[in-house]
């Protein structure tokens, strides 16, 4: 096997999903380029969670991650991008790293067509939070629509005529506060913040390191 085939074995398309985004974007952080790299051999020697080393190759790894998933972890990419086999996803910021994620995720029939890995992202999660916030007030609420209007807004589960929505185009907290509404999520409970809202506008979220 030449060694170009050694990284195509793996689809493109792979690389374009969500759960393999996150990895090439730790690949691309400082503590994850390897230790020694042998371009003869095309393997690397990464830093590990423990005391041993990581051995990694294009095609495996000896790291938790690729022995659970069989799938390129973080270390693979490193070595991959390094050895100019890839290009990794780039992102400035949290923020830039979370939009791209959201945007890898296919619809789905779920409500709202949403993927339901979407809510799991740390910039919706903090909206899904903040739907019983002070000052929201639901009127209009049309059950059998699945519609109503919320702080001004006309809002279905798909979409909402508020700023945050018509930036981002994913859920705003008017939409879990409708889907929430119509049973179809849960109340979110009470929890410290973990992240702080700038004062600009409902666009960006900081999170508290
Ligand atoms: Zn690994
Ligand atoms: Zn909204």
Same mark, same amino acid.
């Given at each position: 096997m030449d060694n170009i085939a050694k990284w195509s074995q793996w689809p493109a398309d792979l690389h374009q999903q969500p759960d393999q985004i996150k990895r090439q974007f730790s690949a691309a952080e400082p503590k994850n380029q390897p230790l020694e790299l042998d371009d003869k051999t095309l393997t690397g020697i990464f830093a590990g969670s423990g005391k041993k080393p990581y051995t990694t190759t294009l095609g495996k790894c000896t790291c938790n991650? %690729?022995?659970? $998933?069989k799938l390129p972890c973080k270390h693979m990419y490193s070595l991959a991008h390094q050895l100019g086999y890839t290009e990794l996803h780039a992102a400035a910021n949290d923020y830039d790293k979370s939009m791209t994620i959201l945007a890898s995720y296919p619809s !789905?029939?779920?409500?709202?067509n949403w993927h339901p890995g979407i809510h799991k992202d740390w910039t919706q999660?903090? $909206? &899904?939070? $903040? !739907? %019983?916030? @002070?000052?929201m007030t639901v009127k209009s609420l049309l059950v059998n629509e #699945? !519609? @109503?209007v919320i702080n001004g807004y006309n809002v279905n589960l798909k979409e909402c005529t508020c700023p945050d929505f018509n930036e981002r185009k994913y859920p705003c907290k008017h939409i879990y506060r409708l889907a929430v509404e119509l049973?179809?999520?849960e109340k979110p409970l009470d929890e @410290?913040? $973990? &992240? #702080?809202?700038s004062s600009e506008g409902t666009m960006f979220v900081i999170k508290i390191k």
């Open positions: 991650d %690729f022995v659970k $998933r !789905t029939n779920g409500w709202g999660k903090e $909206r &899904y939070k $903040r !739907t %019983f916030e @002070a000052g #699945q !519609t @109503a049973g179809i999520l @410290a913040p $973990r &992240y #702080q809202v």
